[in-house]
C-alpha cells in the first residue's frame, strides 16, 4: 500500500502525510476506539509521542538503552501501575528506583529462556506495562495475538529489538558525558537524542534530553531537564515537531 | 445458668518458670517473679521467708537475701498452661481458658460420669496432682463464684446450686477486680459484696454504668457471662506415604496431589486458607529436607503441588540431601499459617486486579520455577551486584538495608548492573595493561578498552561481530576509587578498585580491577 501511494507521481508530500494521517484515524477508530487511554510519558519523550504517551493496547520498539527502559517504566508506575520486565537479568534496580520506578510494584522475569513469549502474553494480562527483550525472532501471527490481547487488557508491550505491528520506534542516540575529566572527576550526566519513529508517520521525531540524571535526579528526562537546565529543555520542546530526515 | 467448675492453679507464674525449658531454678528454691519492680507472685519457700505480691524488689530481697529473681513473661505463662489445659481436656471435655492458671468447664457431663459434683472434682484434682500439679477447684452456679470458691478451697469447695449470693455476701468488696469502684464503695461505707448487692440494680447502673451494673450482676451471684467452649485446635495436618519410595519429582508431584486437594478442602470446611505451608519429605532413612514456603494470596491444591516439586528439585539439586538419595517415602503437608476464607474469597463480579496479579505471577512461576519470577530490593553492600536484592515472588523480601556503605557508588546509578562481572582489558597508550600501582594510583593512563566480543550485552545494538573483540579508545576516566571489603578477617577480605570510564561510542561503564583483573561492574548508557 506504501508503495503503491509512493509510486503515485501526483501525491505531494503534503497530501501524503494528511492521507496517511487519516488512514490512521480510521484504522484506530476501528481498532481501539478513536482515543485509546494514554499511560504517561516523561516530559521530553512524551512531546515526540502521538498522543503525548505510551498509548495502552499498542507495542514500541526500542533500541539495546537500558536507561531508556528505566526511563519509559518510571512514570506509568510512579502513577500507580504494575510493571513487569522480562529478558533482562542486568537490569539496575538501584538506577529504576531513582528514577522514580516503584520496586513494590516491579515484577522480573530475568530469565524466561525459550518460553519469553508465553511469560510475556502471561503478564500482559495483569500489568500495565511489560518490557521485554525477546529471546528469538517472532512471528507474525505470534505477535497478532499478542497485540490483540494488549488491546483487550490496554497493556503497553515495550520491545528491545524490532516487532512487528510496533506503534513507534523509539531510539536513544549515543549520550554525551559530563563530569568525567582525564583521570578525575565523577559521571554527573548524561545527554542524548531520543528519536522516535511513528509508524507511516512522516520521518523522526527527535529531542535532546537528559537520560541519566545527575546527583541522585531521576533519569526522567523531562524532570532532569526541568530542575537541571531549563535551556536544554526549551530546546526539547523547541524541536518536538521538526521533522529530520 | 449452668453449674460450672473452676480450676485454680495457685502460683502459676511461679510453676510455669519452674515447667519451662529453659528454667534452671531447683525446685522448692525461694522464687519470685517481678514486674516493674514488684513481685508480682512468689513461691511457697519465698512466702515462708515473708515475700508478698506487691512488695517492692528491695524489701523482698531484704526479707529473703537468697531469692531467685525472674521477669514476668506472660507468654511464658500462657505457653506452660496450654499442655497443662490439653490434658484437662482429655479428662473432662468443654474447657475455657479464662487466663493462664484459671480455668472454668461445666460440671455436669463429669458429674454424671462420677456420680456426683463432688467427687469429678476430686477426681479431676487427683488426676491432676498425679502430674505434679497443685490445683483447687470451686464449684458454683456462675463463674465468679466458682473462682472465689476455687480460691478459698483447701481441695474442692463446692457452693450448692442457688447459693452463690449467699456464698460471696461476706466477701471483701475488693474482690469485683475494678479498682476504682471498689475504692469509692468503700469510701461509700460499703465493705462486702453482700452490702454492694443490696443496692438496687437499676440505681448501681444508672450511677456506675454498665461496666458497675456487670459487678454489681457478679457480686449478687448473678453471673451474666456465658460459657464459651474452647474449640480444639484442628489437626489439619496431611501426609501421603509412597511405596515403594518414588525416586523422580514427577512421580511425586503426581502423587502428592490428591493429597494436597484433601489438605486444601478440609481446610476450606473449617473457613480457612492457608497462606503459609510447611512441606516435609522424608526418605527411607528418616529425616529429609522440609521448608516452609509463603504464598502471596492462599494456596490453592495446584501451588501446593508446585511447592512439594520446587522442594523436592531443589533439594536433589543439593548434594546435601543424602537422605533423599534412595527417592520420597513421606510427603507431610502441615498450614504454619492461615486466614479466614473471607478475606480471601474471590469478588461476586470476577477477581479483583491483585488476585489476576497473583494468578498470572504463580502461573509462570509454575512454568520457569520459583526463582523465574522475582522482586527486586536494594540491599546492603558495597559492589553493584551485591546491592541488587531479587527475591522470589510470593516470598517475603529481606529487610531494608539503609546502612551507610563506603565505597559504594554514588548517583547516578548504572541502569545495567550485571549479576556475573564481565572480564574487559583496559589498556594505556602502548598497549600495556593498567595495573595499580603500589601507592593506590593507575600504573599507565587508561586509554584502550578490549571488549569480548561474545560479552552478553555490551555491544550497542548488541551486534559485536562475532569472534573479533571490539576496541574502543576511552576519552574519559576517573579512579581508582577503592573498594575493601570484611578488612578483618584474614580469608575473607577482599580489596578492589572502582574506575568509571567513558569510551569514544558514548558507552559510560564502571569497572572493577581486582587482582590486576578487569571487568565490567555496569553500564550506563
Redesign the interface.
Known amino acids: 500500500m506504501r508503495s503503491a501511494a509512493l509510486a503515485r507521481p501526483a501525491a505531494t508530500a503534503d497530501e501524503l502525510a494528511r492521507l496517511r494521517e487519516r488512514i490512521e484515524r480510521i484504522e484506530r477508530t476501528s481498532r481501539i476506539g478513536s482515543e485509546a487511554p494514554v499511560l504517561p510519558a516523561p516530559a521530553g519523550i512524551a512531546g515526540l509521542l502521538p498522543g503525548g504517551g505510551l498509548r495502552t493496547g499498542t507495542a514500541y520498539s526500542l533500541?539495546?538503552?537500558?536507561?531508556l527502559?528505566?526511563a519509559l517504566l518510571a512514570a506509568p508506575s510512579a502513577a500507580g501501575a504494575?510493571c513487569a520486565v522480562i529478558g533482562m537479568?542486568?537490569?539496575?534496580?538501584?538506577?529504576?528506583?531513582?528514577s522514580g520506578i516503584a520496586?513494590?510494584r516491579?515484577?522480573?522475569?530475568?530469565?524466561?529462556?525459550e518460553?519469553w513469549l508465553?511469560?510475556a502474553a502471561?503478564?500482559a494480562?495483569?500489568?500495565g506495562v511489560v518490557a521485554l527483550r525477546p529471546g528469538g525472532t517472532v512471528r507474525d501471527g505470534e505477535a497478532a495475538r499478542l497485540a490483540a490481547r494488549l488491546r483487550e487488557r490496554e497493556t503497553v508491550l515495550l520491545v528491545q529489538g524490532r516487532w512487528p505491528g510496533a506503534e513507534a520506534s523509539i531510539r536513544?542516540?549515543?549520550?554525551?558525558?559530563t563530569g568525567?575529566?582525564?583521570?578525575?572527576?565523577?559521571?554527573?550526566?548524561?545527554e542524548?537524542t531520543i528519536a522516535v519513529d511513528v509508524r507511516r508517520g512522516p520521518g523522526s521525531r527527535r529531542a535532546r534530553v537528559v537520560?541519566?540524571?545527575?546527583?541522585?535526579?531521576p533519569?526522567v528526562p523531562g524532570d532532569a531537564v526541568g530542575r537541571g537546565d531549563a535551556g536544554t529543555g526549551h530546546e526539547a520542546t523547541g524541536r518536538r515537531l521538526r521533522a529530520v530526515g | 445458668m449452668e453449674r460450672c467448675l473452676v480450676l485454680w492453679f495457685p502460683d502459676w507464674p511461679i510453676v510455669a518458670l519452674q515447667r519451662s525449658p529453659e528454667s534452671r531454678h531447683p525446685a522448692g528454691a525461694p522464687l519470685a517473679i517481678l514486674a516493674q519492680n514488684v513481685v508480682v507472685a512468689c513461691s511457697d519457700a519465698a512466702r515462708r521467708e515473708g515475700v508478698r505480691r506487691g512488695m517492692r524488689r528491695r524489701d523482698a530481697q531484704a526479707r529473703c537475701p537468697e531469692l531467685r529473681l525472674a521477669a514476668e513473661d506472660p507468654s511464658r505463662d500462657a505457653r506452660e498452661f496450654l499442655p497443662v489445659a490439653d490434658r484437662i481436656e482429655q479428662l473432662a471435655p468443654g474447657l475455657q481458658l479464662l487466663r493462664p492458671g484459671l480455668c472454668v468447664l461445666r460440671i455436669r457431663g463429669p458429674a454424671r460420669y462420677y456420680g456426683g459434683e463432688r467427687p469429678a472434682a476430686l477426681a479431676l484434682v487427683r488426676l491432676l496432682h498425679e502430674e505434679g500439679l497443685e490445683v483447687r477447684a470451686g464449684i458454683a452456679d456462675g463463674r465468679f463464684a466458682a473462682e472465689q470458691a476455687a480460691r478459698r478451697a483447701e481441695d474442692v469447695l463446692l457452693v450448692p446450686e442457688g447459693d452463690d449470693a449467699a456464698f460471696l455476701a461476706p466477701l471483701p468488696i475488693a474482690l469485683i477486680e475494678d479498682e476504682r469502684l471498689a475504692t469509692l464503695l468503700i469510701g461509700l461505707g460499703i465493705r462486702t459484696l453482700g452490702e454492694f448487692a443490696r443496692l438496687g440494680a437499676h440505681d448501681v447502673h444508672h450511677r456506675f454504668g454498665p461496666d458497675g451494673a456487670l459487678r454489681h450482676a457478679l457480686a449478687a451471684g448473678l453471673d451474666p457471662r456465658r460459657f464459651a467452649a474452647r474449640e480444639a485446635a484442628p489437626d489439619h495436618t496431611a501426609e501421603v506415604a509412597f511405596e515403594p519410595p518414588l525416586a523422580l519429582a514427577d512421580q511425586v508431584a503426581f502423587g502428592v496431589r490428591m493429597t494436597a486437594e484433601r489438605f486444601i478442602d478440609a481446610l476450606a470446611r473449617t473457613g480457612l486458607v492457608c497462606t503459609e505451608l510447611r512441606v516435609e519429605l522424608d526418605g527411607p532413612a528418616g529425616d529429609g529436607i522440609e521448608r516452609v514456603w509463603t504464598h502471596p494470596a492462599a494456596f490453592d491444591a495446584a501451588a501446593v503441588v508446585d511447592r512439594v516439586r520446587w522442594q523436592l528439585e531443589g533439594g536433589l539439586a543439593a548434594a546435601a540431601a543424602a537422605a533423599l538419595r534412595e527417592g520420597v517415602e513421606r510427603v507431610r503437608l502441615t498450614p504454619e499459617a492461615v486466614a479466614s476464607r473471607s478475606a480471601h474469597e474471590p469478588g461476586l463480579f470476577g477477581r479483583g486486579a491483585d488476585e489476576r496479579l497473583v494468578h498470572a505471577l504463580s502461573r509462570v512461576q509454575a512454568m520457569l520455577g520459583p526463582a523465574g519470577v522475582v522482586t527486586p530490593s536494594v540491599g546492603g553492600g558495597r559492589r553493584l551486584a551485591e546491592r541488587q536484592r531479587l527475591t522470589p515472588w510470593g516470598e517475603r523480601p529481606p529487610r531494608p538495608d539503609d546502612r551507610p556503605w563506603p565505597g559504594r557508588l554514588p548517583p547516578p546509578y548504572p541502569a545495567s548492573v550485571y549479576p556475573e562481572p564481565i572480564p574487559i582489558e583496559v589498556h594505556d597508550a602502548h598497549g600495556a595493561p593498567v595495573r595499580l600501582a603500589e601507592r593506590g594510583t593507575a600504573q599507565g593512563e587508561p586509554t584502550w578498552i578490549t571488549i569480548a566480543a561474545d560479552g552478553s550485552g555490551t555491544g550497542r545494538d548488541g551486534r559485536a561481530a562475532p569472534g573479533r573483540a571490539e576496541r574502543r579508545r576511552i576519552t574519559a576516566w576517573a579512579g581508582p576509587w577503592p573498594l575493601v571489603e570484611r578488612g578483618w578477617s584474614p580469608t575473607e577480605r577482599r580489596r578492589a578498585d572502582r574506575f568509571q570510564i567513558v569510551d569514544e561510542t558514548g558507552g559510560a561503564w564502571t569497572l572493577l580491577l581486582e587482582r590486576d583483573e578487569w571487568s565490567i561492574e555496569g553500564r550506563y548508557d
Not at chain 1, 106 to 113: C, E, M, S, T
Not at chain 1, 211 to 217: C, I, M
Request: charged share 20%; glycine share 16%; proline share 8%.
Open positions: 533500541d539495546r538503552s537500558m536507561p527502559i528505566t504494575w537479568p542486568e537490569l539496575g534496580i538501584e538506577a529504576a528506583e531513582a520496586l513494590d516491579l515484577v522480573l522475569v530475568p530469565r524466561p529462556g518460553r508465553g511469560v502471561a503478564l494480562e495483569v500489568v536513544a542516540g549515543a549520550p554525551d558525558w568525567l575529566g582525564e583521570g578525575h572527576g565523577c559521571l554527573d550526566r548524561g542524548a537520560l541519566v540524571g545527575s546527583s541522585g535526579l533519569a
